[in-house]
């Protein structure tokens, strides 16, 4: 396929995209009464070969060839990175700092628990053939399964915040600030299967010292350096195409520099989001990345990851039957521990359930494990598929979990934070319509 070809079908490929995610987005709202992004990965799945693949073949593999795979893998990671970097922003680092018990204690929990039912049930998987590489360890495949059980759907969590009208709260923030660590905690053992499989050893030595010191330097040089940015934001009243570029520049410099050292280009964004000084120069940026990023790049992750989806594997009832064991435990797993963690350290029930529900949902940082996991050959399609489809529903349980046991006691207290009073912040615009 000639350079031109390939032009003329990403163009068609992105029409198709955006298409599908706001249709299917918009359905899902409508009569789900589930948030657009949960939709959107719904849609990614669509488009692959378990139903698009399924119904007209021809027509699938004409539009999503193997050679366009590459740009499409780009565009997902630079949507993903900057939705993070736009999290980052609206992360409220005072209530992370004034509910850090509790946000350590349900992070622990939340991967403690999975870990141990990892141990559990992985010897079960390891003995079904093709659900494991045949070189993995025992050990290996136990941390990687715990990583995968453990792991929150960090972006699509504060996405659901956000659309439920959380961001700000104490509640929002804790959720996020436990989710935060759980992943980093996650992608710390994935690095350390990564090591172990073939990378060496040095591979889990680099991404922890480099993680940590990047953490460190964003969490307390980088909001010295960067005020001078907001000072001058503040002063102009709006973000110039300078100030612009500058920031993108270190969006970009930041993801290269946690894909280098072995985490991965979402956390870059994150912690630099983190970093950015308050005021006006957050809110123009949200403004004015926010709709591009929510409504063309961010599909295209969802779409890359449903190409790789063939939920007709999972057909077979033996097969089926281990797909919906690996489900019920990873919901009792994550979303009970994190529940017990919350109300040991004080929280009422309802935010205990409601943080509980939020911390079960996996979507997207699922999605991201799982793809490396398929493409470093730790495991086959099959597992693959069964991990989307646990990804997918304890998503899709998130939402109407949360509305029925948090969503409905707030809005008779008229209140959307049981941790304190808190103002919430309004969608945006670009968010909304996200």
Known sequence: MTTAQLSILFFLQLFTIVAACRAVGWLAKRFLGQPQVVGEMIAGVVLGPSLFGLIAPDWQAALFPTETRGILYVGAQLGVGLYMFLVGLRFQSDHFRSHARSAAAVSISGMAAPFLVAIAITPWLMGVPGLFSPELTKGEATLFMGACIAITAFPMLARIIHERGLSGTPLGTLSLSAGAIDDA??????????????????????????????????????PRLLAPL??????AGTVSHGVLASVLMMFLLSAFLMDWAGIHAVFGGFLLGTAMPRGRLTEELARQLEPFTVVLLLPMFFTFSGLNTQLTLVGDPGLLSIALAILVASVLAKGGACWAAARLTGQTNATALGIGALMNARGLMELIIINIGLQRGIIGPTLFSMLVLMAILTTLMASPLFEFVYGRKARADGSMGDLGDQPVIPDTPGHAAG
């Open 185 to 222: 905690g996650a992608w710390t053992v994935l690095a350390i299967v990564l090591a172990s499989f073939g990378d060496g050893p040095g591979v889990a030595v680099k991404a922890i010292t480099c993680g940590v010191l990047f953490a460190l330097f964003m969490l307390f040089a980088a």
């Open 230 to 235: 907001g000072r001058l934001v503040e002063r």
